[in-house]
């Protein structure tokens, strides 16, 4: 019986991942993973790692755990690997405040953040996490940076 499913995962380009499974058996128990339906040979543990992530990496992952009296499948769970943001762009749109776009992987999920110095060492702060459209593009208008001498931003990973 499979007590902690696999669940979904999102990871820039070359950055490692793993999904794990948690299963209660009363004899050994064997693992095989899967992508997209199809097996994944060396990915026969409860976790399965994935050291340098690649866009073809990207998917549907499950597994099957079994021993001599039966198996049972897990629930899928979906990889999304990401390209760094690309370039920020920002302007003010009148009477709203600050416009800012962001381009990236499609349905990948980036965080903006802010910080209003940029003097060593710079203290970001998360403005919002947002998913790429599905072309890979998000923009955020926000109203309260007004007050501030100036304010920075960068795109990042979750």
Not at 22 to 27: E, H, S, Y
Not at 30 to 54: E, F, M, R, V
Not at 74 to 96: D, F, T
Not at 142 to 155: D, E
């Amino acid at each position: 019986m499979i007590t902690a499913q696999p669940i979904n995962g999102a990871v820039l380009l070359g950055a490692p991942f793993s999904f794990s499974v948690t299963a209660d058996g009363t004899w050994q128990l064997a693992y095989q993973w899967y992508k997209d339906g199809l097996s994944l040979p060396a990915a026969t543990l409860p976790a399965c790692s994935i050291t340098s992530a690649i866009t073809n990496d990207t998917g549907a992952y499950f597994v099957i755990v079994s021993n001599a009296y039966g198996c049972a499948t897990s629930s899928i769970a979906s990889l999304i690997v990401g390209l760094p943001p690309g370039q920020l762009n920002c302007s003010m749109v009148a009477g709203r405040g600050v416009q800012i776009q962001m381009n990236g992987t499609p349905n990948f999920p980036y965080v903006l953040q802010s910080a209003t110095n940029l003097t060593p060492p710079v203290h970001w702060q998360s403005v919002v996490t947002n998913l790429a459209d599905n072309v890979g593009s998000w923009v955020l208008i926000r109203s309260n940076y007004s007050s501030l001498p100036a304010v920075f931003f960068r795109g990042s990973e979750p």
